[in-house]
């Protein structure tokens, strides 16, 4: 069974400065990997998606790495703004199924 | 198009009752998946659709949980009948294709007293 792990679970940083999100899997067979963004009460927004022949994937202040060997994906948000606070969450895909890790709450400080 | 919809936004019922949750996937999207929001739990799959046909419902908790999907525009996704521990927030998603990119409705948020 795919098991997601993302840490830290919580981060707190100043505005500017830049963030580093970190994902990791156990079973490496995967066909993408997902990260959503999760506003409270909210739904779920997909920021990036890296398929499993990629290496990594750019969008704006966002970049996705991914190295599916050692199960390892990174999220790295550039020049933290308030308005980045909210919940980020990794989803790997096996078999067509999602599976999410728990997340890394962010609170950008004005 | 409008995206994933869900219906209702927020339910609260009392235990016993039966609780229907309903969602309309993006036009054209062959995939339509059911998952489970919770504190303790995360986010977790419950079942999922090809082509209104249930390809996957292991992650259905027990036999009070039942889903179809009738037609390609519209599934739901039923509690009958319902505990206070089912209590969550539930999403539906769909995609173009099994391994594409899958859309999030805004999720119904579910109490049960």
């Not at chain 1, 909210?42 to 060997?69: H, M, V």
């Not at chain 2, 995360?42 to 390809?55: A, K, R």
């Not at chain 2, 908790?61 to 039923?78: I, V």
Request: with cysteine; proline share 5%; hydrophobic share 35%.
């Amino acid at each position: 069974k795919q098991e997601v792990t993302q840490i830290p679970a919580a981060l707190s940083v100043p505005e500017g400065e830049n963030l580093v999100l970190n994902c990791s899997f156990t079973d490496s067979a995967i066909y993408n990997l997902q990260w959503f963004r999760q506003d409270p009460g909210k739904g779920l927004t997909s920021l990036l998606l890296i398929q499993s022949s990629q290496r990594e994937q750019t969008s704006g202040r966002l970049n996705a790495s991914l190295d599916k060997s050692s199960g390892r994906s990174t999220l790295y948000i550039a020049a933290s703004q308030p308005g980045d606070s909210a919940t980020y969450l990794c989803a790997v895909k096996n078999d067509y199924k999602l599976s999410f890790g728990a997340g890394t709450t962010v609170t950008v400080r004005a | 198009d409008a995206g994933v919809i869900q219906s209702p936004r927020h339910e609260v019922t009392e235990m016993g009752q039966e609780v229907t949750l309903r969602c309309k996937p993006i036009s054209g999207h062959d995939y339509l998946f059911w998952y489970r929001q919770t504190m303790m739990r995360g986010l977790e799959l419950l079942i999922y659709f090809n082509n209104n046909v249930p390809i996957d419902d292991s992650g259905m908790p027990e036999d009070r949980f039942s889903a179809k999907m009738p037609n390609a525009s519209f599934s739901t996704l039923k509690i009958q009948p319902s505990e206070p521990r089912d209590s969550a927030v539930y999403f539906c998603a769909s995609s173009l294709l099994g391994n594409y990119e899958q859309y999030f409705g805004p999720g119904t948020r579910l109490t049960v007293t």
